[in-house]
């Protein structure tokens, strides 16, 4: 693994002031609910235990905002009938197949632009929070333009922090 120069920030002066986005490779915003962690491909999700719906809500809504392609990836067993009724949530069938226990393995993508989707997701996410801390992956076509305006966004509702910047070592 080749070796990353971190940068601690506790304000947003330090993500406007990087000369060449291109070495950023890791942005790490939030606040003691919740943090995101923020690269070009992936967005790390963690949700605590105290997080409230409107947290969860302005989190993944201001991600879908700033980034249309923004998604989650979930596979379950299931029913048959019961992946229609994932399909009329908003979720996208990527492929499923009959699990030799019985039922069907279904992975679906869960479009953040959906707001149906959006709103079932992060039910989801809110009945997972009564068990434990919950983490979740998004992908998306992200930059280092898209997350300061994620950021930004996120000020304006939530009190996010920067906490940590991570640049590519020059080597890479």
Not at 19 to 28: F, R, T, V, Y
Not at 38 to 54: A, E, N, V
Request: with cysteine.
């Amino acid at each position: 693994m080749t070796p990353q120069k971190s940068i601690k920030d506790d304000n947003m002066d330090g993500l406007n002031s990087i000369e060449d986005p291109e070495k950023i490779a890791l942005i790490e915003m939030g606040n003691s609910n919740f943090m995101l962690s923020c690269t070009p491909g992936k967005i790390g999700l963690w949700f605590g235990r105290l997080s409230t719906h409107d947290d969860v809500e302005n989190v993944l809504q201001s991600i879908s905002k700033i980034d249309l392609s923004a998604e989650h990836e979930k596979e379950t067993i299931c029913s048959f009938n019961e992946i229609a009724e994932y399909e009329l949530k908003g979720y996208t069938v990527v492929s499923y197949a009959r699990n030799r226990k019985g039922g069907y393995k279904a992975i679906f993508t869960i479009p953040l632009k959906n707001t149906s989707a959006r709103a079932h997701f992060i039910e989801t996410i809110m009945e997972e929070l009564k068990e434990s801390d919950v983490r979740k992956t998004l992908h998306w076509n992200g930059s280092i333009p898209k997350i300061r305006l994620i950021y930004n966004e996120l000020k304006k509702t939530q009190n996010v922090e920067i906490f940590n910047i991570v640049e590519r070592d020059e080597n890479e």
